[in-house]
C-alpha cells in the first residue's frame, strides 16, 4: 500500500514493515513476527520486483515482531542489514535488549508466551549504524537515537520527504501519536526524551512500527511535559 510514491506500507503484519524504493533497488524498515518474510517476498512480487532487488533491511529495534523475518529475508536476499550498536548485541544473542519489566498484564503474560514460542534465529548484522548518520535513502535517511522503549532503539528521517519512521519509539491510533506503551518501555524518562526530540524534528507524515500511518503530523505528537 503506498503512503506516497516511493514509500510503501506492507499490510497485514505485526509489526507495520515499510518498504521504499530508490533508483539502485529498495529498503526495508523492520521485518514483523516470525513468517513474515514471506508475506513480505509476495509484497515485492507484486510490485513486479525480485528478492535481489532488498539491497537493505533496517531494524529500529531488536524486539521479536521486528526481527522475525530478518533472518529468512537476509538469506533468501542477500540484503545488507542495519542496527544499532545494543540493538544488534541483542540480535546476535537471539535475546531481548532489555527485560520485560515484571508485573502481570495480559499484554506481558501474551508477551511471554509468545517469545516462549517464536525465538528468533540468532545472526550477525552487517553495519552498526550511530546518531546522525544518514543512509543513502529517500536522497538521505537520517538514523535519530530515541532510546527508552529498548536501550539501542533508533528512528529514521528523511528530512526531503519529511517523513518519520519512529519504530516502537511512537505508536498510533485513531487520535494521534503517542509515546512507547507504558508496559514495554525500558526507561521512561528516555522514552519521553525521545518523543520530543522527535517532535522538533517536524515531520509531516509519521510511519509508526504499530497503529496506521500519520498524515499533517505537525500537530499530532504526543504532549511531553519538560522535566
Ligand atoms: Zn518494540
Not at 2 to 27: M, Q, R
Not at 70 to 83: D, N, Q, V
Not at 172 to 188: E, F, I
Request: aromatic letters at 4%; glycine letters at 10%.
Amino acid at each position: 500500500m503506498e503512503v506516497i510514491p516511493n514509500i510503501h506500507y506492507i499490510p497485514g503484519i505485526i509489526a507495520n514493515p515499510y518498504l521504499i524504493i530508490d533508483p539502485d533497488g529498495l529498503t526495508l524498515i523492520d521485518t514483523g513476527l516470525p513468517d513474515s518474510d514471506k508475506k513480505i517476498l509476495n509484497y515485492i512480487a507484486g510490485m513486479g520486483r525480485s528478492p535481489a532487488d532488498l539491497k537493505r533491511i533496517v531494524i529500529t529495534h531488536s524486539d521479536l515482531d521486528h526481527i522475525g523475518g530478518l533472518y529468512s529475508l537476509k538469506k533468501i536476499t542477500g540484503a545488507r542489514t542495519y542496527a544499532s550498536n545494543i540493538e544488534a548485541k541483542a540480535i546476535a544473542n537471539g535475546k531481548p535488549s532489555r527485560p520485560i519489566k515484571s508485573g502481570l498484564t495480559m499484554r506481558r503474560v501474551l508477551m511471554s508466551i509468545v517469545s516462549l514460542w517464536m525465538k528468533p534465529r540468532p545472526m550477525q548484522v552487517d553495519e552498526i549504524l550511530k546518531d546522525g548518520q544518514v543512509l543513502p535513502v529517500l536522497g538521505g535517511l537520517r538514523v535519530v537515537e530515541t532510546a527508552g522503549h529498548t536501550p539501542g532503539h533508533i528512528s529514521l528521517f528523511s528530512p526531503k520527504l519529511s517523513v518519520l519512521f519512529p519504530g516502537d519509539s511512537m505508536v498510533s491510533d485513531d487520535k494521534g501519536l503517542q509515546g512507547s506503551r507504558p508496559a514495554v518501555t525500558w526507561d521512561r524518562a528516555k522514552a519521553d526524551d525521545s518523543v520530543r526530540k522527535q517532535a522538533a524534528l517536524g515531520a509531516r507524515i509519521v510511519c509508526p512500527g504499530h497503529g496506521p500511518v500519520v498524515t499533517d503530523a505537525q500537530d499530532k505528537f504526543p504532549k511531553v511535559d519538560t522535566p
